[in-house]
């Protein structure tokens, strides 16, 4: 037994899918089903998604690849008190 499905999509949307889909040979139903069914066989979604992270953020993560990598010489601590005593040492210069 087949279901039906419906979704709301802004006309421009579906005209460019429609036509994206028409030039692979397939109609946009056959397209949603053939995501569907990779859907299940991913077990979630069949392509990665990501949010973009602020510029803050992915400076410090480039930051750790460079450290990583041995682009960056990072110091060292014995401790975890040797840390923090340095960093409040810092605070207090502030």
């Given at each position: 037994?087949?279901?039906?499905?419906?979704?709301?999509?802004?006309?421009?949307t579906k005209a460019a899918a429609d036509r994206l889909y028409a030039d692979l040979g397939l109609d946009t139903s056959?397209?949603?089903?053939?995501?569907?069914q990779a859907s299940l066989q991913a077990n979630g979604l069949p392509f990665a998604v990501k949010?973009?992270?602020n510029p803050e953020t992915e400076?410090?993560?480039?930051?750790?690849?460079?450290?990583?990598?041995?682009k960056i010489k990072a110091?060292?601590?014995?401790s975890v008190e040797e840390m923090f005593a340095e960093l409040d040492a810092e605070i207090v210069k502030e």
């Amino acid at each position: 037994m087949t279901k039906v499905l419906q979704v709301r999509l802004d006309s421009e949307t579906k005209a460019a899918a429609d036509r994206l889909y028409a030039d692979l040979g397939l109609d946009t139903s056959t397209a949603v089903r053939m995501f569907l069914q990779a859907s299940l066989q991913a077990n979630g979604l069949p392509f990665a998604v990501k949010r973009a992270f602020n510029p803050e953020t992915e400076a410090a993560l480039q930051e750790a690849r460079d450290i990583a990598a041995g682009k960056i010489k990072a110091k060292g601590y014995k401790s975890v008190e040797e840390m923090f005593a340095e960093l409040d040492a810092e605070i207090v210069k502030e």
